[in-house]
Nanobody, 125 residues
Framework: VQLQASGGGLVQDGGSLRLSCAASGRTFSSYNMGWFRQAPGKEREFVAAIRRSGGYTYYADSVKGRFTISRDNAKNTVYLQMNRLKPEDTAVYYC???????????????????WGQGTQVTVSS
């Protein structure tokens, strides 16, 4: 599957953004999806993930209660709604996909085979 992330931009502290990740192909519903981010000089870190059916979601502690991951399998798209953004959320955000993510490792970037190109999110203070 090929992934195309969009929706990043510049927003003030406390603002909101919604990221989208559009997937190609007819088998999107068979993929577990994740969002990761990477700030300059830092390692890529887990943000959120959602299972194939959308029934289960997972979040990093740093975004829990502020970010919401969702998917629309009819539109082959996964979303990341980001509210109450903080300057420390500034990073390039990547979407990722894999059919066979092991639940215990769903927060690990190495579990995902397919990656989008990334979209920049900048939160100004």
């Amino acid at each position: 599957v090929q992934l195309q992330a969009s929706g990043g931009g510049l927003v003030q502290d406390g603002g909101s953004l919604r990221l989208s990740c559009a997937a190609s192909g007819r088998t999107f519903s068979s993929y577990n999806m994740g969002w990761f981010r990477q700030a300059p000089g830092k390692e890529r870190e887990f943000v959120a993930a959602i299972r194939r059916s959308g029934g289960y979601t997972y979040y990093a502690d740093s975004v829990k209660g502020r970010f919401t991951i969702s998917r629309d399998n009819a539109k082959n798209t996964v979303y990341l709604q980001m509210n109450r953004l903080k300057p420390e959320d500034t990073a390039v955000y990547y979407c990722a996909a894999d059919r066979n993510v092991i639940l215990a490792n769903i927060r690990s970037a190495s579990e995902y085979d397919c990656w989008g190109q990334g979209t920049q999110v900048t939160v100004s203070s």
